[in-house]
């Protein structure tokens, strides 16, 4: 039994050594065309340094309560993301057991048997390292048996430790993919949010300017009737007001659907879900930039592109290993006997060891293409993890210059809107001292609702695309 052991030990050790070493290449991170800063950052960027500005959940810096109570609940209702978190458990499950194949397989077995034969029949000779056990002779034989035995393929040649490697890549493509997966919800939360509050604010605008257009078809429909205007004053005024109406239902219908998504994103039945009216401020924080080789660690779709193609490189060593022979280990220790109550003496024990090794001679090219699948595979991983970050980089310009161009335009916006509703007021005095014709009032008030309207839009824009500039970001900006 020492001399077995011995020799099991030996084969184990030797197996070991050569499991030190791992076929196929070993991963190196592929370079990504990468600019030393944003081009579009260069005039825009706030002067304020980054680390004098709240690092905590990127949301918060629009001040909002309700935002805040919105986007905690994403965290855990969202189904997208629960089932995001199962992937990732299940590639996790999968690594503990890919690295489960590094260790031996142990089994216990036990059986018993009864067996019968002619009477000129002879016992059953069993015999083992312990000595021999006679049973039956007669019409029927027992026998009793139960063993220990383990099988172990040693990774001589690093198939398993590449294919662990490969499932640990695997796994963290499931972690990249679910913070991903948060960030996009929650910044699909967040521009949802903002919408319907710019619709809210619309609204008021909208019932305000029917109470404006309501006003001047009740002058307008009087001084007709008075002779002094003709009717068409009075068609005009009846006409904006009826296309505000409009306009207001049309508004009605939009906050409606803003407010089933954020249900459905905060993992509630529509039906079932309100979010009460509330004044918009248009908030917007200052976000620095950063530089562009802060994506590579911050973006979690970039960092998921980059564990693909360590998978992928990891499969090239498994592929490779095909052309290795394989090494099998069997061990076993246990006793036989014909009665139950002398099973376990020692004299009835029985032990076996022995090593297999299996090597393909022809397959014709089999192995060879499948090694060349692995590495086109690879290839394909590298060509997207690097259009993956040129695509970040195009995002975060992206949304730059239009953070950028939007602040110019908010400015310009608010002062055609002033000199409009100026006029507008200006007109209306004019129109009802008869100085001016209606048509001259209509265009007024339509220039001045259309710049109001305006106004309204784009500072939704500036704060949705502040939210889509921090995604692009990577969420936030830690480490900048």
């Given at each position: 039994m020492r001399n077995a052991l011995f020799r099991i030990a030996s084969v184990s050790a030797l197996a070991a050594g050569l499991a030190a070493c791992a076929v196929g290449p070993n991963y190196v991170r592929p370079s990504a065309p990468i600019s030393p800063t944003f081009k579009e950052a260069a005039g825009w960027a706030p002067a304020a340094p980054a680390d004098t500005l709240d690092r905590g959940p990127w949301w918060t810096l629009f001040g909002d309560p309700v935002l805040n109570e919105l986007e905690a609940k994403v965290l855990v209702s969202n189904q997208n993301l629960i089932a995001a978190e199962a992937a990732y458990r299940q590639a996790r499950a999968v690594v503990r057991e890919d690295q489960a194949s590094l260790f031996p397989t142990v089994s216990l077995t036990g059986s018993g048997t009864r067996s019968g034969g002619g009477s000129g029949s002879s016992g059953t000779i069993i015999s083992g390292g312990g000595g021999t056990v006679v049973s039956g002779g007669g019409r029927s034989r027992t026998q009793y048996r139960a063993a220990i035995g383990a099988t172990w393929e040693p990774d001589v040649w690093?198939?398993?430790r590449r294919t662990i490697e490969a499932s640990k890549a695997n796994a963290q493509v499931g972690e990249a993919t679910l913070a991903a997966a948060q960030l996009s919800a929650q910044g699909e939360l967040a521009t949802d949010y903002f919408g319907l509050r710019q619709v809210d604010a619309a609204i008021e605008i909208e019932r305000a300017t029917i109470a404006d257009y309501q006003r001047s078809f009740t002058i307008t429909d009087n001084r007709f009737k008075a002779g002094i205007a003709p009717h068409s004053d009075a068609l005009q005024a009846q006409t904006l007001l009826a296309s505000a109406q409009a306009d207001l239902s049309a508004l009605v219908q939009q906050r409606a659907n803003f407010e089933h998504a954020i249900a459905v994103l905060t993992g509630q039945a529509p039906g079932s879900f309100n979010l009460a009216a509330a004044p918009w401020t248009p908030k917007i924080p200052d976000i620095p930039a950063g530089v562009p080789s802060a994506l590579l660690q911050r973006r979690p779709d970039i960092a998921a592109a980059e564990r693909r193609v360590a998978a992928a490189n990891a499969q090239i060593g498994v592929q490779v290993s095909a052309y290795f022979p394989s090494l099998t280990l069997t061990g076993s220790y246990g006793y036989a006997a014909a009665e139950l109550g002398n099973l376990f003496v020692s004299s009835n024990s029985l032990w076996s060891y022995g090593a297999s090794i299996a090597e393909t001679l022809i397959d014709f090219g089999a192995r060879r293409e499948r090694v060349h699948e692995a590495e086109a595979a690879h290839d394909q991983a590298v060509a997207q993890y690097r259009e993956t970050v040129l695509e970040a980089l195009q995002d975060v310009e992206d949304q730059l210059i239009a953070s950028r161009v939007l602040a110019e335009e908010t400015v310009l916006r608010q002062q055609a809107f002033d000199n409009a509703n100026a006029v507008q007021k200006m007109?209306?005095?004019?129109?009802?001292?008869?100085?001016?014709?209606?048509?001259?009032?209509?265009?007024?008030?339509?220039?001045?609702?259309?710049?109001?309207?305006?106004?309204l839009q784009t500072a939704a824009q500036r704060q949705s695309t502040a939210v889509a500039l921090i995604q692009s970001l990577g969420g936030g900006w830690k480490g900048l």
């Amino acid at each position: 039994m020492r001399n077995a052991l011995f020799r099991i030990a030996s084969v184990s050790a030797l197996a070991a050594g050569l499991a030190a070493c791992a076929v196929g290449p070993n991963y190196v991170r592929p370079s990504a065309p990468i600019s030393p800063t944003f081009k579009e950052a260069a005039g825009w960027a706030p002067a304020a340094p980054a680390d004098t500005l709240d690092r905590g959940p990127w949301w918060t810096l629009f001040g909002d309560p309700v935002l805040n109570e919105l986007e905690a609940k994403v965290l855990v209702s969202n189904q997208n993301l629960i089932a995001a978190e199962a992937a990732y458990r299940q590639a996790r499950a999968v690594v503990r057991e890919d690295q489960a194949s590094l260790f031996p397989t142990v089994s216990l077995t036990g059986s018993g048997t009864r067996s019968g034969g002619g009477s000129g029949s002879s016992g059953t000779i069993i015999s083992g390292g312990g000595g021999t056990v006679v049973s039956g002779g007669g019409r029927s034989r027992t026998q009793y048996r139960a063993a220990i035995g383990a099988t172990w393929e040693p990774d001589v040649w690093g198939r398993i430790r590449r294919t662990i490697e490969a499932s640990k890549a695997n796994a963290q493509v499931g972690e990249a993919t679910l913070a991903a997966a948060q960030l996009s919800a929650q910044g699909e939360l967040a521009t949802d949010y903002f919408g319907l509050r710019q619709v809210d604010a619309a609204i008021e605008i909208e019932r305000a300017t029917i109470a404006d257009y309501q006003r001047s078809f009740t002058i307008t429909d009087n001084r007709f009737k008075a002779g002094i205007a003709p009717h068409s004053d009075a068609l005009q005024a009846q006409t904006l007001l009826a296309s505000a109406q409009a306009d207001l239902s049309a508004l009605v219908q939009q906050r409606a659907n803003f407010e089933h998504a954020i249900a459905v994103l905060t993992g509630q039945a529509p039906g079932s879900f309100n979010l009460a009216a509330a004044p918009w401020t248009p908030k917007i924080p200052d976000i620095p930039a950063g530089v562009p080789s802060a994506l590579l660690q911050r973006r979690p779709d970039i960092a998921a592109a980059e564990r693909r193609v360590a998978a992928a490189n990891a499969q090239i060593g498994v592929q490779v290993s095909a052309y290795f022979p394989s090494l099998t280990l069997t061990g076993s220790y246990g006793y036989a006997a014909a009665e139950l109550g002398n099973l376990f003496v020692s004299s009835n024990s029985l032990w076996s060891y022995g090593a297999s090794i299996a090597e393909t001679l022809i397959d014709f090219g089999a192995r060879r293409e499948r090694v060349h699948e692995a590495e086109a595979a690879h290839d394909q991983a590298v060509a997207q993890y690097r259009e993956t970050v040129l695509e970040a980089l195009q995002d975060v310009e992206d949304q730059l210059i239009a953070s950028r161009v939007l602040a110019e335009e908010t400015v310009l916006r608010q002062q055609a809107f002033d000199n409009a509703n100026a006029v507008q007021k200006m007109l209306n005095n004019r129109y009802q001292a008869g100085q001016v014709s209606y048509t001259d009032v209509v265009t007024a008030q339509i220039t001045a609702y259309q710049a109001q309207r305006t106004l309204l839009q784009t500072a939704a824009q500036r704060q949705s695309t502040a939210v889509a500039l921090i995604q692009s970001l990577g969420g936030g900006w830690k480490g900048l």
